[in-house]
């Protein structure tokens, strides 16, 4: 029972180590939030490969890129890292993009697919309603979409989706129908057909399945409460009649309902694997006991959860603040204050405080606030480097590279710089298309449409297809990847021609910067893969980039205090939290409220709750501006179920006042030091 010579019960406690050490059959792990459950499946993990299980026998799914590496760092400080080879641990995505490069023939498609992002599924779903005539008055694009990944994710035919709109329940299963051929027609998925595809593919050829079966005999999910329907379908396929499966989950932090995730997956687990075992971790090794407490007494308000409570050898700690404001405004320039104040009694950096909503669009009042007090923050979830504008032409054009029939590439860098190929060029491209069906790749060099567009349209379509063409033969392998990406880009004339797309030269090389640091990432890429690199590999790995990648790009180093939603905060911890607008109908958030998933709120904010190391504060408003006019506001009943004697409650007023003499003692400290 040893890992690296020394003993488990010198590394875990008892429940996880009865988590590790049970390898055969259905095993339900509920772990509670900072109680080590990444620790538990990495020991779980190099356990097994110890005790002689070949590590390509073992199949590790998370939800995260974030969380899927730092599982096999701690991995390799476990066992040493040739001996782990083999061993997949990544997302559910990447793990059936890679079942589908390798058998997605079967299904009609060519295994050198793209995979279409949000801005992609926009494009294509507006082009389809154009086609069949649909206005968007009618269909709102990003409804139409959500309702198309719903009924993916539920494995529903059109028409079996709930759609309320009289309107749109006529129209959706014609376009959900075009926008999938199109989708098809271009050789691209979309994040919920690598699911679905997937499961097609084991239904229909349970040959692929059974190899599938054969090879991953021992399965481990992260996040298992954040499974939908076809997750736990390809979770159930997988396991097979071995049933060697181990899901490690909290139902209590099950906040992704409204993009499908079913609680019932976790809650029901045991009647679906039969004689499962279930294991409880509830030792807490993040947050003091007060913390802990509070959070035990809201979450125990909910019905429909598996019975835990989470306790901790840690300091009682502070109470809970309850901070009440007059205002909306006075709720922002307390938290500032506050900051400041426990900078100076705790000597706590920034980076250390955390200021979450439930909503993005409550950070505007406290930017100003932080910018007038001279407070560094970021707000995480805006704009990674993934989305800027210059990076995703430069990907449009390596796109194309590898799937020829990717027309929403194609048109993208058309005019990514300018090169004569205006509106009228474009629609003509699309008649074409949609006379022909044919790639508009091919169809750009076609005698049909040389002739209808300019002569120097016609030179600078024969000039594009001729350089993608050549460099198709170049980039077919990670051979020099990061050189032939970076003079790709130089010959295509997209570097370069960023200085005539950005007339200011400050920006055009502020943007040209950007690009080269994508070929960076495709030279670190090709290093760290050696000689398994391909352009495809790689760009598989930058549209499979998530939310914590993200996270990632802006957190960094830097000392600023973090802005974030709560769902946004899932998974990290700072030592102060502050949890804003805690009032009815913003948190819990009217619309939920009226979708009846009061429970999934109050799990979501028992998520806020257990990010706070140390300090935990919950302020609220008297009034506030919504919807353009001054509201009056009302305390939320979340605040009403934690225990009073765990609470501190206070004014912000008063606490200007506190704030403002601590300012006085500070200033008058530094007067006599210097």
Known sequence: MSIVGGKLVNHLNRDQVAAVVHTEGPLMVLAG???????????????????????????????????????????????PRGKAEGLFLGTFHAFCASVLRRDIVLLGYGRNFSIADEVDQTGLLKQAMAECNISKDVVSPSLCLSLIGIAKGEKKHPSEVNIYDPALKVVFPELYKRYQQMLKNQNMLDFDDLLLLTVHLFEEHPGKLEACQERYRYIMVDEYQDTNYLQFLLLSYLAGSRRNICVVGDDDQSIYGWRGAKIDNILNFPDHFKGAKSLKLEQNYRSTTNILDASNSLISCNKGRHGKSLWSECDEGDKIRVVK????????????????????????????????????????????????????????????????????????????????KDDQSLLRILSAPPRGLGDKAIDTLRRLQSITFAPMLDLMSSGDYLEQVSSKGAESSRKLIGCIRRWREVLTTGVDLGVNVMNYLREVEYLDGLQRMYKDREESEKRRENVLELVNAAHYYARREGASATLAGFLENYSLADDSDKVDDVAGSEDSVMLMTVHAAKGLEFKNVFIVGVEEKIFPNERALDAGSAEEERRLFYVGMTRAQKLLTLTWAKKRMRHGQLSQQTMSRFLREIPKDLVEGTESSKAFK???????????QNFNTN
């Open 33 to 79: 939030a900072g109680t080590g459950k990444t620790r538990v499946i990495t020991y779980r993990a190099a356990y097994m490969i110890e005790q002689g299980i070949p590590p390509e026998q073992i199949l590790g799914l998370t939800f995260t890129n974030k969380a899927a590496r730092e599982m096999k760092q701690r991995i390799y400080t476990l066992v």
């Open 325 to 404: 404001s007059e205002s909306d405004f006075e709720e922002a320039s307390y938290v500032g204050d506050a900051i400041y104040d426990i900078q100076y009694t705790t000597s706590a950096c920034f980076r250390d405080f955390a200021v979450l909503y439930r909503s993005n669009y409550q950070s505007r009042m406290f930017e100003e606030s932080f910018r007038n007090a001279r407070i560094p923050y970021v707000i995480v979830g805006g704009k990674s480097f993934y989305d800027r504008k210059e990076v995703r032409d430069a990907v449009a054009y390596l796109r194309l590279i590898v799937n020829e």
């Open 658 to 668: 506190k704030a403002s003499y601590e300012a006085m003692e500070r200033a008058f």
